[in-house]
């Protein structure tokens, strides 16, 4: 079946703007999870849902960071006023439950 | 805060030799250990994974080995192949949202 996508894989961002990432995680599956992954560096959790309900954002870096998954399906990490320490790659990951999390490709976003 | 340790950051093998990555965390309550292998540009693919109610699991050249008295763990990779050759990453998550936190890669160059 069809694995977790993410869109765009690339985005350029002037300093200061604002970003918006999709991910779509695998059918079916409750728990979704983004992560940041700076270069040469494994993933860093930033927040998990479970359904529609954010139940965890401690690892959101700033209040400039926010995400939602208003149907319990798709979910979107938007970033307001970008600075370039926010380039890095957004990794997306769904599990069925609380079980083995399947990532999907990730966005690669470059802060100019 | 949580952690996890992983050693080496880099290691060569020659093709057909045993590669062994060492990872050690810090919360106690940590149950659920997977390794993830990342090809240059690509999403993070699950290779196996530990529960801590098991010491050990293996995978045709895959095996992972848990000592939960001593917060370590280690992916032992036999019979390397250059296509091995990827960074891998080691993993700890607990019971209920499996939040996963990362050690921070190993490079694997399997020399032909």
Do not use: M
Not at chain 1, 85 to 94: G, I, K, M, R, T
Not at chain 2, 80 to 89: C, H, I, K, L, R
């Amino acid at each position: 079946g069809a694995g977790v996508s993410q869109s765009p894989r690339y985005k350029v961002a002037k300093r200061g703007q604002d970003v918006a990432l999709r991910c779509d995680p695998i059918s079916g599956h409750v728990s979704l999870f983004w992560y940041q992954q700076a270069l040469g560096q494994g993933p860093e959790f930033l927040t998990y849902f479970q359904n529609e309900a954010q139940l965890d954002k401690s690892g959101l870096p700033s209040d400039r960071f926010f995400a939602e998954r208003p149907e319990g399906s798709v979910s979107t990490l938007k970033i307001q006023r970008t600075q370039q320490e926010d380039s890095a790659v957004y990794l997306c990951a769904s599990s069925l439950g609380a079980d083995t999390q399947y990532f999907g490709p990730g966005t690669r976003l470059t802060v100019l | 805060g949580e952690n996890v340790e992983q050693h080496p950051s880099t290691l060569s093998v020659q093709e057909g030799d045993s590669a062994v990555i060492k990872c050690t965390y810090s919360d106690s309550a940590s149950n659920y250990f997977p390794w993830y292998k990342q090809e240059l540009g690509k999403r993070p693919q699950l290779i196996i994974d530990i529960r801590s109610n098991v010491g050990e699991k293996k995978d045709q050249r895959i095996a992972v080995t848990l000592n939960k008295t001593a917060k370590h763990f280690s992916l032992h990779i036999t019979e390397t192949q250059p296509e091995d050759s990827a960074v891998y990453f080691c993993a700890s998550g607990k019971g209920g949202t499996y939040k996963y936190i990362f050690g921070t890669g190993t490079r694997l160059k399997v020399l032909a």
